[in-house]
Nanobody
Framework: VRLEDSGGGSVQAGGSLRLSCRLT????????LTWFRQAPGKSREGIAA???????MYADSVKGRYTISKDNAKYTLYLHMDNLQPEDTATYYC?????????????????WGQGTQDPVSS
């Protein structure tokens, strides 16, 4: 199984970005896919998750600004981020596990992407 994050880059406050995560070899019918982020000097936090049935879950810090989605035909997970703020600056990671129950707990994932950096300037 391989997860490849992409789409990161510098953006000004108020701007938008879309991250992608291509999954290779992950063919489980029942699963959950999640985005995490880790800001400098802080622990990794779960921010958005989506199940195989497309149920979603968001952390309060991003609710209303971020949207998680997936394209099953392309084996790709997305995170659309609007109204980005300097406090959103972090390295963003996608993660996967072949069980459908949603959780943002970083200890409950088997597979991880390599991370993509998203600095937000004020």
């Amino acid at each position: 199984v391989r997860l490849e994050d992409s789409g990161g880059g510098s953006v000004q406050a108020g701007g938008s970005l879309r991250l992608s995560c291509r999954l290779t070899g992950f063919t489980y019918q029942y699963h959950r896919l999640t985005w995490f982020r880790q800001a400098p000097g802080k622990s990794r936090e779960g921010i958005a998750a989506i199940s195989s049935e497309s149920t979603t879950m968001y952390a309060d810090s991003v609710k209303g600004r971020y949207t998680i989605s997936k394209d099953n035909a392309k084996y790709t997970l997305y995170l659309h981020m609007d109204n980005l703020q300097p406090e959103d600056t972090a390295t963003y990671y996608c993660a996967a596990r072949p069980v459908p129950q949603l959780t943002l707990d970083r200890d409950r994932y088997n597979y991880w992407g390599q991370g993509t950096q998203d600095p937000v300037s004020s």
